[in-house]
């Protein structure tokens, strides 16, 4: 079970982010020419989920959140699972509908009209005080963690993996664009992926276009820093500084171990 830190009050998922990250242009998919391994590389996937858990959960165990669920009172409800799921931005609501089509008799399932009441919202309002007990007792199910990867894919992983390849930058770029995704989302607004990746576009072009690759991330970063102390919840900005700028600056485009770095004051490692 993880404990609760000031790390966690990073955390956020903005609202119906899964159809725009699929549907919308920005992360349309990539022409076959930008077809090559990347952040979607088993390998390189499991770093990216140990980079995120550091940031997220102050652990690399990332496998070991699939029962985390708290109230971390930034607007958005109960936040809660590998990746953050919120019960006020729909994407909870999206994992349990789906774990509920594969697994009709889940323990969540009863609490499907609720969600669906509290979506869009931070109320509690027909949750309490039993849900936060049944999503973990629902972890245990490999049929729920199971449902947590695949929506993690769909609606945050997988576009900003072919985003990244259509730009045409590596694997450290492809999980720059996947972190940020994690973190602000893809909405309509200033501070979304979108948003992020087009300010950084007005100074620097990525490689699909002729640009250099390093120039074009430290564009990107830059403007992913900008829209982190946007929001007060972000205002700490180490997961940029102390982790994806410094493999940047060490020009590991490739994020090949040993990887060292730090995020709000804690170091990892993976060798």
């Known amino acids: 079970m993880h404990t609760p830190t000031p790390h966690t009050s990073r955390r956020t ?28 590389d ?16 102050s652990s690399l165990d990332w496998k070991a959140q699939y029962g985390y669920i708290e109230d971390i009172r930034d607007g958005r409800g109960y936040t809660a699972g590998i990746i953050g799921f919120c019960s006020g931005t729909h994407d909870m609501l999206d994992l349990v509908e789906l774990y509920t089509r594969r697994s009709p008799d889940n323990p969540l399932a009863g609490y499907l009209p609720a969600l669906r009441r509290v979506d ?21 199910d490999q049929v729920f963690q199971q449902a947590q990867n695949d929506e993690r894919d769909r609606v945050y992983f997988d576009p900003a993996v072919r985003r990244g390849k259509a730009d045409g930058i590596g694997t450290l770029g492809q999980f720059a664009y996947y972190d940020a995704v994690v973190m602000h ?30 120039t074009y991330l430290h564009a990107f970063l ?8 946007q929001e007060e919840a972000h205002e700490d900005t180490s997961r940029v500084d102390t982790a994806q700028r410094v493999f940047l600056r060490n020009r590991n485009l490739n994020l ?10 804690d170091s990892f490692h993976i060798g």
């Open 185 to 214: 989302g893809n909405g309509g607004d200033g501070t979304s992926f979108g948003s992020i990746r087009e300010r950084a576009l007005g100074r620097a072009r990525p490689p699909a276009q002729g640009g250099d690759e390093v």
């Open 222 to 229: 830059d403007a992913r820093v900008w829209a982190m102390k």
């Open 256 to 265: 090949d171990p040993p990887l060292d770095w730090q995020v709000y004051g």
């Open 42 to 57: 088993p390998a390189k996937k499991e770093i990216a989920m140990q980079l995120v858990s550091s940031a997220e959960n």
């Open 13 to 40: 998922v903005l609202t119906a982010i899964g159809a725009a990250l699929a549907a919308g242009p920005v992360l349309g998919a990539a022409p076959a020419s930008a077809a090559r391994p990347g952040l979607d």
């Open 120 to 140: 869009g919202t931070d109320s509690h309002e027909g949750l309490d005080p039993g849900y936060p007990d049944t999503w973990r007792r629902a972890a245990r």
